[in-house]
Structures are given as C-alpha cells and as structure tokens.
C-alpha cells in the first residue's frame, strides 16, 4: 500500500463548477502538506502549503487538513477551463528533510 | 528571476548506455532534489542535495547518482540504462535544506529504447 493514496481520475466538471480533489496517507508523521499543479509537458506548480492540520486559503482554492483522519483535501470555486490539469498531493515529515511523497495525481478537466 | 532550469529537455538512448542530466536552481537557491515521474509510479524522490553533499536518498538503485557543484547547480547520471529507466526527470530547488518551498523545473524526457 502507498503512503499517499489519490484517486487518479479522469475528472470532468462543467466550468463554475466546486472541484473537490482528496488524498489520505498513512504516516502520521506528515506534518507539511502540499497541492501541486501540473500541465501536460510541464513540471509540477506549488498552489498551496499547508503546515499540520487546518484551512488555508488563496482565492479560489481552499486547502484542508484533518490529521486526525489523515485526510487532506483542495476544493476549487468558480473552476475555468485553465484549471484543467493534474493535481498533485505532496506531504513530508520533519525527520525527511526535502524528500516530499506525492500522490499518483488527479486528472482534471473543466468543460466549457 | 529565472525558473529552474534542465538541460537537456529530450533524451533517446538505448539500453546499457549511460546518460547525464543537468540543472541549475533558482538564483539564491542552495537545495537541489531529483525526482522521477512515470505513468505507473508517479513521482519518486531520488535525492537530495545542499551544500555539494547529498542530505537525502530515495529507494533507487545505485545506478542513479548525482551531485552538486558549488554554484549549486546539479547533475544527475543513471548508469547501464534499462527500458523502465524511461520517464519524466524532474529537478527541484529551494532556498535551503530540509522542509522548504520546493520550485520544479520542466523536467527532462528520457526514453529508452
């Protein structure tokens, strides 16, 4: 079994629609989390960081940690054609320096 | 300020050569990470460099070495090259070791044939 588990998708809303992409993990020793973009040929954008358990948010994205559950989660508003990419959960432990785990990432795509 | 760099950003070998690839962080930045990314194991971590010495290592063969040089830019090398050596290699920086905000660049596109 992984450590980082994200369903892969496909993903495919109408543009406006709330996008809610999920990962759960398995080491209770993740304290950092993170959500990356990434575009077809590209490599991966940082969207949101998030440190231990809490919401955090940048305009239309919301990013969630429950620890207690080992569950975190990014939710898009008002989603645009632009969103359409993959989205990739990453976490890290104090004790792992640099070294981030990442989910296999979600596929999404916003119709017009 | 400039992005992270990789050099080059497509590669074809064929099996048993050996390939290196190259990156140079965002300017100021001190920590170098490697990472792989391939359609069936996502994105794996390599290693990690700061300082010219490597900090972090991933659960890769020892076919797949790096190092850093004191500009801080990286290279990596895989050794004897195996089909399933084929994938997206990404670099990432950041200012110093350790939990940071991590930059990738473009990755290079390594097939092996």
């Known amino acids: 079994q992984k450590e980082v588990e994200q369903d892969p998708g496909p993903l495919s809303v109408p543009e406006g629609a709330i996008v809610s992409l999920n990962c759960t993990y398995s080491n209770s020793a993740f304290q950092y989390f993170m959500w990356y973009r990434q575009y077809s040929r590209k490599g991966p954008e940082l969207l949101m960081y998030?440190?231990?358990?809490g919401n955090k948010e940048d305009g239309r994205f919301t990013a969630q940690v429950d620890k207690s559950s080992k569950y975190i989660s990014l939710f898009i508003r008002d989603s645009q054609p632009s969103d359409s990419a993959t989205y990739l959960c990453?976490?890290?432990?104090?004790?792992?320096?640099?070294?981030?785990?990442f989910g296999q990432g979600t596929e999404l795509s916003v119709k017009p | 300020k400039a992005g992270v760099t990789q050099t080059p950003r497509y590669l074809i070998k064929t099996r048993g050569q050996q390939v290196t690839l190259s990156c140079s962080p965002i300017?100021?930045?001190?920590?170098v990470s490697w990472y792989q990314q391939t359609p069936g194991q996502g994105l794996q971590f390599l290693f990690e460099y700061f300082s010219e010495t490597q900090r972090n290592k991933g659960n890769f063969p020892g076919r797949f070495s790096g190092r850093q040089f004191s500009n801080s830019r990286s290279e990596m090398n895989v050794s004897t090259l195996e089909l399933g050596d084929s994938a997206l290699y990404l670099c990432a920086s950041s200012l110093a070791q350790g939990i940071d905000t991590q930059y990738f660049g473009p990755g290079t596109r390594l097939t092996v044939l």
């Open positions: 998030t440190y231990s358990s």
């Open positions: 300017s100021g930045h001190r920590s």
């Open positions: 990453a976490m890290s432990a104090p004790n792992q320096g640099g070294k981030l785990i």
